[in-house]
């Protein structure tokens, strides 16, 4: 029923910016907690950044100041917009969605298939 398909990533260098699109069906974005994640190869899958149903936001260190999470909920889809990206940000990011109310629980229980971010030197 709800179904989560992430777009926009790519191969880029450092220094280089692109934006992470997550449509959902099934699924109203606006009044849910929704988050981005990323697992690195031989590393466990971390929380980027995540925006509650409020429009409360919240990101990891080492993406605070590059990275906006936003939503469209005309469109309901969830975005990452990446900025000035590091090597260290290659991973596999993923969209997440919270199945109870407004506020972020961390129980995410919807999950895209995600999408592959390469960043070279």
């Known amino acids: 029923q709800v179904h989560l398909v992430e777009s926009g990533g790519g191969s880029v260098q450092a220094g280089a910016s692109l934006r992470l699109s997550c449509a959902a069906s099934?699924?109203?974005?606006?009044?849910?907690?929704m988050g981005w994640f990323r697992q690195a190869p031989g590393k466990e899958r971390e929380e980027v950044a995540h925006?509650?149903?409020?429009?409360?936001?919240r990101y990891t260190d080492s993406v605070k100041g590059r990275f906006t999470i936003s939503k469209d909920n005309a469109k309901n889809i969830l975005y990452l917009e990446m900025n000035s990206l590091k090597p260290e940000d290659t991973a596999m990011y993923s969209c997440?969605?919270?199945?109870?109310?407004?506020?972020?629980?961390?129980?995410?229980?919807?999950w895209g298939q995600g999408t592959q971010v390469t960043v070279s030197s």
């Open positions: 099934g699924y109203t974005v606006s009044s849910r907690c």
């Open positions: 997440a969605a919270d199945s109870s109310g407004g506020f972020c629980s961390g129980a995410f229980r919807y």
């Open positions: 925006i509650n149903g409020y429009g409360t936001r």
